[in-house]
């Protein structure tokens, strides 16, 4: 009995590190993904700087994403100024010493708010 045990609890203990590293990865990826979100809500804002997306977004790094390494947030709008990406990558926590977590990238794309006269042009 305690032979056939040693020898299935490396296996067991294996499928829990696992269970665990893929809730650290999905983990990531939802913070990434809520702070994407984040992001281009403040920056397609009616008149939002670009730069008021990428300052959303790192704020809810910051407030969320605990055990996320090294946050990048780039927001970048489209040649016509009719939507707004805001991109974020995050770095997952890895339970083995000797591996990197996984980078999570993760993007969104929204229309930017404009103002319409009842006659259909801008304003």
Known sequence: MS??????????LA??????????????????LSAAREGSEAARAYKAPASAGTA??????????GGLDNPVVTTTPSADG?????TVSVQAQSLLPFLPGLTITQHVTAPVERFVLPNGTTG
């Open 3 to 12: 032979i056939s045990l040693a020898m299935l609890f490396p296996a067991v």
């Open 82 to 86: 009719t939507t707004v990406t805001v």
């Open 15 to 32: 499928l829990v590190v696992l269970v665990v590293q893929a809730s650290l990865w999905w983990y990531g990826r939802q913070v990434a």
């Open 56 to 65: 959303q977004a790192e704020s809810f790094l910051a407030r969320a994403g």
